[in-house]
């Protein structure tokens, strides 16, 4: 059998082979593999402004059907520990059948010590989905509705050295590459890479402190087009942070994680994008009872950043190159039975946006900036039917308002999905 073409796919194939490959070695079902089939429906599929219309031919409403192949394993080997997680999925559309596509996500990690004081961790990651449609010049008239495909890499590398009890010497290491099937993004393509190196210190059982300092570099190869060269120049950015992270667990149901960097954001075409001050994070997961888990988060990042870590607009396939992010989510689960549980979540996010278009000569730049609001209601719940089977449903509400038409458009939406899935351990 010939593998895919895209090295993304070939991994995941690859990855999915030594997921099952390795529970030849399993003594307790350290792994699971599964189905997943869900069917939603959007009102806003191409999230477009409420003053915009859609071009004929397509429907801004639609009924998407995925159908998923997941798997994963967690094993011990020794001092050693290798996970991993991986989802392979169909998406077919009732409607817009030119969206169609096929999507996948793996993760795999490995953790490692010796006999001495190092330690570490080594994780891959590849994912391709379908990118959200952003329509981010809604005063053009211009609708977004071409099909839009996003390819991620990563790897990292994290070392740990602990010199004594209380103290430990941390240095990791990563690279990113984000690409997108569209033309219309080739200039938001890059390849990053970051380092840090720091250190950790434990005074007592439940706190961590840290320090460290953090470089990144990315550079975006297609930023802009020299009709006269007729070649692509690009553009780079440099970001320096010092972080500064806790972990404190005050009792046996509150966890509280925190970081707060000053940071420095320069580009050498898009200066408009460029920052300098604080970004950071706190995250508290709060148990009150046995039954109700508490996840709230609130965080500020420059735009990249935000959509590299999942967080705030952060979902599979968002776009978001805002020169700064800054959102609150707080999620709740609550068990009402031993196999039925509801969940809820609001996220509120503020966004600063910018856009620098440069003249033809390359020399000149315009500078556009406004601002968005944007708030997401979700609430669901699932019924464990067996030790092996579920069923749930998903209801999202999504508004947001902006400043400037340009960068964002104002826009509301609502969603429904539905799945069930079967997973043998």
Not at 101 to 107: K, R
Not at 118 to 130: E, P, R
Not at 275 to 287: A, C, I, K, P
Not at 392 to 418: F, I, M
Request: proline share 3%; with cysteine; glycine share 8%.
């Amino acid at each position: 059998m010939k593998l895919p073409t895209r090295p993304g796919l070939r991994l995941s194939l690859l990855g999915l082979a030594c997921l099952i490959a390795g529970t030849a070695f399993a003594e307790t079902n350290p792994y699971y593999l599964g189905v997943v089939q869900s069917l939603s429906h959007e009102s806003n599929l191409y999230r477009i402004g409420d003053n915009q219309t859609l071009p004929a031919g397509t429907s801004k409403s639609d009924n998407i059907s995925a159908t998923s192949l997941i798997g994963g394993i967690d094993q011990n080997i020794g001092r050693q520990r290798v996970y991993g997680s991986l989802n392979i999925k169909a998406n077919r559309y009732a409607s817009n059948k030119t969206l169609n596509n096929e999507s996948y996500g793996l993760n795999l990690a490995a953790d490692w010590s010796t006999i001495e004081r190092w330690s570490g961790t080594v994780s891959l990651a590849a994912d391709q989905s379908l990118a959200q449609f952003n329509n981010r010049t809604g005063s053009s008239g211009t609708v977004e509705t071409k099909k839009n495909v996003i390819n991620t890499a990563q790897a990292d590398v994290r070392v740990r050295l602990g010199l004594v009890t209380q103290y430990a010497l941390e240095a990791a290491l990563g690279y990113r590459q984000v690409d997108y099937s569209a033309i219309e993004y080739q200039r938001s393509e890059y390849q990053q890479t970051s380092g840090s190196l720091g250190l950790r210190y434990r005074p007592r059982t439940a706190l961590d402190l840290g320090v460290a300092l953090r470089l990144t570099q990315a550079t975006y190869p297609r930023y802009a087009f020299d009709p006269i060269t007729q070649t692509w120049q690009s553009d780079t950015l440099s970001r320096k942070d010092i972080d500064f992270t806790a972990v404190w667990v005050p009792n046996a149901i509150s966890t509280v994680n925190a970081r707060i960097s000053p940071t420095r954001t320069t580009y050498d075409r898009n200066t408009g994008s460029d920052f300098s001050g604080l970004t950071g994070s706190v995250n508290w997961l709060w148990q009150p009872t046995g039954k109700t888990r508490v996840n709230s988060t609130l965080w500020r990042d420059t735009g990249q950043s935000s959509y590299a870590t999942s967080l705030g607009f952060g979902q599979p396939g968002v776009v978001d190159y805002s020169q700064v992010s800054t959102s609150f989510r707080v999620r709740a689960e609550h068990d009402l039975t031993g196999k039925i549980a509801a969940t809820a979540s609001m996220t509120y996010g503020h966004r600063t946006l910018t856009d620098t278009v440069t003249a033809t000569n390359l020399n000149t730049s315009q500078q556009t900036e406004g601002r968005d609001n944007t708030v997401t209601l979700t609430l669901g719940g699932k019924w464990l039917v067996t030790r092996s089977a579920q069923v749930g449903c998903d209801l999202r509400s999504e508004q947001r308002s902006t400043s400037n038409t340009q960068l964002s458009v104002p826009l509301h939406g609502n969603a429904v999905t539905c799945y069930g899935q079967i997973v043998l351990q």
